[in-house]
């Protein structure tokens, strides 16, 4: 008898399975090509593969947690529900004007996307909440018959948005209206504002309900698809949604709040890189996770993912807790192409995972990344332990048709490539670095990803990063998070309040989101290891347009609200190390008070299966590392290296899920926790 643990991460190429027995630490890993038409399709074919590869009985998986990239599909292709948006009158425009900021700001053609509500479809309510949550015009029970009239009267919808002016203040209104619609409309979705996101800034707040409003169908579907399919598989397991904050929910709440899982892979990557470096001692992480279709970076301090609160995706403002990563269309699968001033451009349209790659033999033509590393001689023959066979000729073929247009060998075209990509991929970590006030080469940078190794030297050589590490199992690390992840849920309410003055309206703040908090871990931390509360008041200068998020205390202490000089000093020391400067003498005010509840779900360490040896070359290729000539390079089998071995570059290591790259200018050790890390020589 075992209880098994079973994480799935769908990519765009490949879906990961990551399964974990609680009773012993054993652990296998599984890697299948995606299905984009029906991504549950790639999770049901997959589990039952890895059921098959390794006897896991479906009444033993006890818990099943999810990254889905469903949410970020929908939007990024506007594939979502019809919608109506129901609003205080006179604000109906208020989504389209948003903050009047333009895209791209030195392009004077680019224009905001359209909003993902038609102007006819917003309708308008008498009713008026003063900004003290006081009520200025009463909603009348005549108002809301005439709204569900005209809802019935007009054409059919799925989804139903309601934001009302200061509604996170007091929420009555939305509430009423919600209630008659839902027993009027049964069969519709109603996503009100007060619930997805209570708190102020009004276009963030409409923005982000809409998202949900957008989402609920076409995510709905697919979770309840989903759900009933792993019951069937998988009787005994709970099912648990990675959320973009960075910790799991049900999957009923998945439901409700779509939204939450707008960055739900590349959040469970982080997570898990930063597990991983725990396990190694090392805390300052960032991470570089390549894979099929995009690159997400993210910047990990002492073991911690940083959180931002404010996003844009596909062009559409999202304002909930989330890891912050940055996105780039750079992956295994991005196509080469000559742009219109005749220069070589990577990205960030894919080939994904149908057709894929030219070399994947699918039926891909296109020049892609993965194409110029197969010319290049830096990835084998097969990948996915043999499931996926490479062609080289395809791949020279495919970087030939750019190649003779430019006029270039097909090794420099396909050098190129891969150092265009590699561009791309240091400006993204610029993005969460540099620009926000840190120095890369203060931390280490973590690859994964089914590309991730490929390139992490290249990229952490141009930024000055001297240490890479690459963990146990790259390629999977999005799953192996979603292992590690605990049950987490957001509270917070919006109170602003001048730190000079009492603060008894925050204190009642805290204890009534305190009072929220214990009630959730009371429901849904049940058979959890530990829960804690952890307190966070979002602060600012008075005049400031944005604030900085303060946290108090430590996870496992009782959340409570320090003296004021306490609270000075933590604000200081946020906008310090944010910007570098403090006004002592400035007022300063606290805006929102957060309460993150976290519920510890059981875990166990992972029994790694120790490398056999000795080190030794399985074969020798010949790799492009610059276009002067082809280098004698070593391939070594990961499973054969073991803790203390040291290698010179250059050196190639493979694995089932992935490849690492060590070019001549590097040198390898392998550390107790089986990491690989690589140090760059500072002399290149």
Same mark, same amino acid.
């Given at each position: 008898m075992a209880d098994w643990i079973v994480g799935v991460d769908v990519g765009g190429t490949f879906t990961d399975f990551s399964a974990r027995d609680l009773r012993t630490g054993a652990v296998h890993i599984h890697k299948r090509p995606s299905t984009p038409d029906d991504p549950s399709r790639a999770i049901l074919e997959g589990l039952g593969e890895l059921q098959q590869k390794t006897g896991i009985p479906g009444e033993d998986i006890v818990r099943f947690a999810h990254g889905t990239t469903v949410a970020t599909n929908a939007l990024l292709q506007r594939r979502g529900a019809a919608i109506r948006l129901i609003t205080t009158k006179g604000f109906r425009d208020l989504v389209e004007i948003g903050r009047q900021v333009r895209p791209l700001i030195y392009d004077l053609q680019e224009d905001a996307p359209a909003p993902l509500v038609s102007r006819s479809n917003r309708l308008e309510v008498t009713e008026r909440i003063g900004s003290r949550g006081e009520i200025v015009v009463e909603l009348t029970d005549a108002e809301i018959a005439r709204l569900v009239a005209e809802l019935k009267a007009a054409p059919k919808v799925e989804s139903i948005a309601v934001c009302l002016l200061f509604s996170f203040l007091n929420p009555v209104h939305e509430q009423r209206i919600a209630a008659a619609i839902r027993a009027a409309i049964p069969d519709v979705y109603v996503s009100i504002s007060s619930e997805v996101q209570p708190e102020f800034r009004e276009f963030e707040r409409f923005s982000t309900t809409l998202i949900n409003a957008f989402l609920q169908p076409e995510v709905g579907r697919y979770m309840e698809r989903l759900k009933g399919a792993i019951n069937q598989v998988a009787p005994n397991a709970k099912f648990g949604i990675f959320q973009s904050s960075g910790g799991l929910m049900s999957v009923d709440k998945a439901l409700e709040f779509p939204v939450r899982t707008a960055l739900s892979g590349p959040a469970a990557g982080a997570v898990g890189a930063a597990a991983a470096g725990g396990k190694s001692s090392i805390g300052d992480i960032i991470t570089l996770d390549i894979g099929g279709t995009s690159t997400d970076v993210c910047l990990i301090r002492d073991g911690e993912t940083e959180i931002a609160h404010v996003r844009d995706i596909a062009g559409f403002r999202i304002r909930l807790p989330m890891v912050d990563i940055h996105t780039v269309g750079a992956g295994g699968g991005s196509i080469a192409h000559i742009g219109p001033d005749g220069l070589m451009k990577v990205g960030p349209e894919s080939a994904g995972a149908v057709p894929g790659p030219a070399c994947y033999c699918k039926g891909g033509t296109k020049p892609t990344v993965s194409d110029a590393n197969v010319v290049l001689g830096r990835l084998p023959a097969s990948l996915a332990g043999g499931g996926l066979m490479i062609d080289r000729e395809k791949a020279v073929e495919a970087i030939r048709t750019i190649a003779e247009p430019l006029g270039i060998p097909v090794i420099k075209a396909a050098l190129g490539i891969c150092g265009i990509v590699s561009s791309n991929m240091t400006r993204a970590i610029r993005a969460v670095s540099t620009?926000?006030?840190?120095?890369?080469?203060?931390?280490?940078?973590?690859?994964?990803?089914?590309?991730?190794?490929?390139?992490?030297?290249?990229?952490?050589k141009s930024l000055g990063i001297r240490r890479i590490i690459v963990p146990i199992a790259p390629g999977i690390l999005c799953a192996e998070g979603l292992?590690?992840?605990?049950?987490?849920?957001?509270?917070?309410?919006?109170?602003?309040?001048?730190?000079?003055?009492?603060?008894?309206a925050i204190e009642t703040a805290v204890d009534q989101l305190d009072e929220q908090a214990k009630a959730w871990i009371a429901i849904e931390a049940r058979g959890a290891e530990g829960a804690y509360r952890l307190l966070t008041l979002d602060m600012r200068y008075v005049g400031q347009n944005y604030e900085l998020p303060v946290t108090l205390g430590q996870p496992g202490e009782e959340p409570n609200?320090?003296?004021?000089? =306490?609270? *000075?000093? /933590?604000?200081?020391?946020?906008?310090?190390?944010?910007?570098?400067?403090?006004?002592? %003498?400035?007022?300063?005010?606290?805006?929102?008070?957060?309460?993150?509840?976290?519920a510890r779900l059981s875990q166990?360490?992972?029994? =790694?299966? *120790?490398? /056999?040896?000795?080190?030794?070359?399985?074969?020798?290729?010949?790799?492009?590392?610059? %276009?002067?000539?082809?280098?004698?390079t070593p391939i070594y089998p990961r499973s054969t290296l073991q803790p203390g071995i040291r290698l010179q570059g250059p050196a190639i290591i493979t694995q089932f899920d992935t490849t690492t790259v060590v070019p001549p200018w590097a040198s390898l050790t392998v550390d107790p926790a089986l990491s690989l890390i690589l140090e760059i020589d500072d002399a290149q």
């Open positions: 620009q926000k006030g840190h120095d890369p080469r203060d931390f280490a940078l973590m690859p994964f990803g089914g590309a991730g190794g490929l390139h992490a030297a290249d990229v952490a292992i590690e992840a605990d049950l987490q849920e957001n509270f917070v309410f919006t109170c602003r309040t001048p730190l000079d003055g009492s603060l008894a609200l320090p003296h004021i000089a =306490a609270l *000075k000093e /933590a604000f200081f020391e946020a906008h310090q190390r944010s910007y570098g400067h403090v006004d002592r %003498e400035a007022p300063i005010e606290i805006m929102n008070v957060r309460m993150k509840a976290v166990v360490v992972p029994l =790694a299966e *120790k490398p /056999a040896g000795p080190a030794k070359a399985s074969e020798y290729h010949d790799v492009w590392f610059d %276009e002067h000539a082809s280098v004698s």
